[in-house]
């Protein structure tokens, strides 16, 4: 199923799915049997919460690899590995979580967003796109956080060229810690998850670490996106 050009979303359903140790925010290593390539392994996070039936995947199309899920047909075998990661509520140590992503790392945060045991106001999700076209999963996201009485924060716009950042390039005026305190006051309160580019994920651990997160209360998936 397209989320939009670029991303492709793929539902597995399969025997003993149940008995499978996997956990929203994890990944496992998929390879498709759907022609020449099919020995390469592919390292996708969940995009819903596993629910005993059924496993869900995004991908956005980065390589030959993940290009070819928009083009797989029902009925295509699946190999997997896993699960891996540690993006999972087993580490969480706090009530309130705060979970933050940018682009394609929404994915886990999506999962982690439906699966997490929250009471209402515990669970904050900040997810930064470059633009409105590259924002995924959003009707999903507020459908959960509605349900979920949780609080979605989108913040759109390309990266500040200027500093790292973030924060997009029209709020470069503000400082980092001071954005995020803004719009997550008692932040050094919570668990944190964040998921994203590589350099962006830099930026938002040293936001959160500097307003006063400890180390340890910092999970972090890192991909190459």
Known sequence: MPENDQVTTVVMRGRMLHKLPVRAGQFLQWRFLDGPGFMRAHPYSLSAAPDGRTLRITAAHLGDGSARLAKLSPGTRVLFEGPYGRLHEGVRTRHKVLLMASGIGITPMRALLEELNQRPGDVTLIYRASSEQDRILLDELTNLAGHRQARLFIVTGHRSTHRSSWLPEHAAHL?????????????????????????????AEQAVLGSGVPPERVHIERFSF
């Open 175 to 203: 400082g980092d810690v001071e954005a995020l305190r803004e719009l997550v006051p008692d932040v050094a309160n919570h668990d944190v998850f964040i998921c994203g580019s590589p350099g962006w994920m830099d930026a």
